[in-house]
């Protein structure tokens, strides 16, 4: 069995995409899915399941959350040792001393070279931006609302999904995965 880390993208933010986590957790085991369990409210599940490709687990779920649930969003998909790649990979952690002021936007695939280098996120903000592995890693000192945020950024310019999570969430999910 694989421990995977299931991230909604979107969901129960400023009223929309509502959905109970319990809920949530009924669909994952439901799914066939085991020792499912959820972090917050904002779409975070850890959870066991036979392996499989990652991008037909993601589809899986969409497809269960819009039967079951009528709620359509993006899952994105993270297996527990991708996801302390990411906690171990932090090029930051030099100046990012607040994990609440850490945002950490995972992607739902690699960008394509040339619209990444065409279009790199790093030029957006030089001394607090860093690309790594299907991951950004952006330090908003100021708090997560000053700085510009990279969602719609990469949408735009990438062509990719993300979502994003703050430090303390993304070391809280690899620890449970």
Same mark, same amino acid.
């Given at each position: ?48 399941? %036979?392996?499989?490709? %990652? ?13 079951? &649930?009528? &709620? ?42 040339? &619209?990444?280098?065409?279009?790199? %996120? ?25 700085? %510009? ?7 735009? =310019? ?13 070391? =809280? ?5």
């Amino acid at each position: 069995m694989t421990s995977y880390i299931a991230l909604l993208r979107g969901v129960n933010v400023g009223g929309r995409a509502k959905i109970a986590m319990a809920d949530l957790r009924a669909v994952l085991t439901g799914l066939g899915c085991g020792d499912v369990r959820t972090l917050l409210q904002s779409g975070n599940a850890v959870f066991t399941a %036979p392996e499989v490709d %990652p991008a037909e687990l993601e589809s899986t779920i969409e497809a269960a959350l819009a039967a079951e &649930l009528g &709620l359509t969003t993006r899952c994105l998909i993270r297996t527990g040792d991708e996801m302390r790649a990411v906690v171990a990979a932090n090029p930051l952690a030099d100046i990012a001393d607040n994990g609440s002021k850490f945002a950490i936007a995972f992607l739902a695939t690699e960008p394509d070279p040339a &619209l990444a280098a065409e279009h790199d %996120p790093v030029t957006v903000d030089p001394d607090n931006i860093r690309v790594g592995d299907r991951v950004i890693y952006q330090w908003c000192p100021d708090g997560l609302s000053k700085p %510009p945020f990279l969602g719609p950024f990469l949408e735009r =310019k990438w062509k990719i999904a993300a979502t994003v999570r703050n430090w303390n969430t993304t070391t =809280k999910l690899a620890a449970m995965a």
